[in-house]
């Protein structure tokens, strides 16, 4: 029978050959693969053994009798992205690429940073208030993915770890001409150093490939969500009506057409943006009063929404105006 949890004279081996040999034992890997899938700790040190090496082993893994195995800023960066040796005309493209990104920031509510995953990092975040959890630009720089690690809830880090792992999956999957063009879209919480906890909606889409096709720099844009919880994941592609769900029950992505909205909608939400009343955008558009109430029923229940503040909210993040 398969052992249903770590023993401890596995976790002492698991210590001795991480803290001792040059490699991870093969042996071990296979006890490891062999161990019962529903003993998520592990579950999780099995395929962490299969995507790092040793060093970033001994930075990633805290083991102890019956407490979760921790791990690291390098679970973000998977090892089918690793992006080494750049060549010249690779270097050659991103030069002041950073100027017009700081342009946009300036002229937008919306928090952006970019990050480099030849560095491991954040190359550039903007100063907008929204991200930051209180800290100055250039901190949450500096902090780089341990920022998640101190401001994103415990649930919801495993939800990020899980996305960087289903969305490289996806990427892996699409044509490398066709990889800038794709965006993926989800929404976690942010707690504040105050207690405050937020919902944020986070997308992220690649600004330079390597000649083989692996991100090397992408651009997160970080607005207030519209959903009521974390998660929502969706991949899109510029210029395509398909949009790719994630089931997180179900544990697999599924395909649904762009939501579309009529023309008469459009306007009750671009009024609606300027604050405009029903009575004021019945005038405006010639139409009754009972008309717009009936425009704002039908744009309600196409976004699945409860009020007018989280249709705007909802069309503005799913670029529906």
């Known amino acids: 029978m398969m052992p249903k949890s770590i023993s401890k004279p596995l976790i002492k081996s698991i210590k001795q050959s991480l803290y001792t040999n040059n490699?991870?034992?093969t042996v071990l890997q296979n006890q490891y693969l062999y161990?019962?899938?529903?003993?998520?700790?592990?579950?999780?040190?099995?395929?962490?053994?299969?995507?790092?090496?040793?060093?970033d082993l001994k930075k990633s893994i805290y083991l102890k009798d019956?407490?979760?195995?921790?791990?690291?800023?390098n679970d973000f960066f998977s090892s089918r992205?690793?992006?080494?040796?750049?060549?010249?005309?690779?270097?050659?493209?991103?030069?002041?690429?950073?100027?017009?990104?700081?342009?946009?920031a300036r002229t937008t509510y919306k928090s952006i940073y970019v990050i480099d995953y030849e560095k491991k990092g954040f190359?550039?975040?903007?100063?907008?208030p929204l991200f930051l959890c209180g800290h100055t630009a250039e901190e949450v720089r500096d902090l780089g993915y341990a920022f998640y690690f101190k401001y994103v809830i415990k649930e919801d880090l495993d939800l990020l770890l899980k996305i960087n792992t289903i969305g490289f999956d996806f990427y892996e999957k699409i044509p490398i001409e066709d990889r800038i063009y794709h965006t993926i879209s989800y929404d976690f919480h942010l707690k504040n150093p105050d207690g405050k906890v937020i919902l944020i909606n986070q997308k992220l889409t690649p600004i330079f490939l390597t000649n083989d096709g692996k991100i090397w720099k992408a651009i997160c844009i970080i607005s207030l969500s519209s959903e009521h919880n974390s998660g929502n994941i969706k991949i899109y592609k510029k210029g395509d009506n398909q949009i790719f769900k994630y089931d997180?029950?179900?544990?697999?992505?599924?395909?649904?057409?762009?939501?579309?909205?009529?023309?008469?909608?459009k306007e009750v939400l671009q009024f609606s943006t300027r604050g405009f009343t029903?009575?004021?955008?019945?005038?405006?558009?010639?139409?009754?009063?009972?008309?717009?109430?009936?425009?704002?029923r039908k744009l309600f229940d196409k976004l699945e929404v409860a009020n007018i503040s989280e249709a705007i909210a909802h069309a503005t993040n799913n670029r529906l105006i």
């Not at 010249?88 to 017009?100: D, G, R, S, T």
């Open 23 to 25: 490699q991870i034992d």
């Open 35 to 55: 161990l019962r899938y529903n003993n998520r700790d592990v579950a999780s040190l099995y395929l962490i053994i299969k995507r790092f090496s040793v060093r």
């Open 66 to 73: 019956k407490q979760p195995i921790m791990v690291s800023e």
């Open 81 to 104: 992205n690793t992006v080494n040796d750049l060549g010249k005309n690779e270097v050659n493209q991103v030069v002041n690429y950073l100027e017009p990104i700081k342009a946009f």
């Open 123 to 128: 190359e550039y975040v903007s100063e907008n």
């Open 248 to 265: 997180l029950e179900g544990d697999f992505w599924k395909a649904t057409e762009k939501i579309s909205l009529t023309n008469r909608e």
């Open 278 to 296: 029903i009575g004021e955008i019945a005038e405006a558009i010639f139409v009754s009063p009972d008309t717009v109430k009936f425009h704002r």
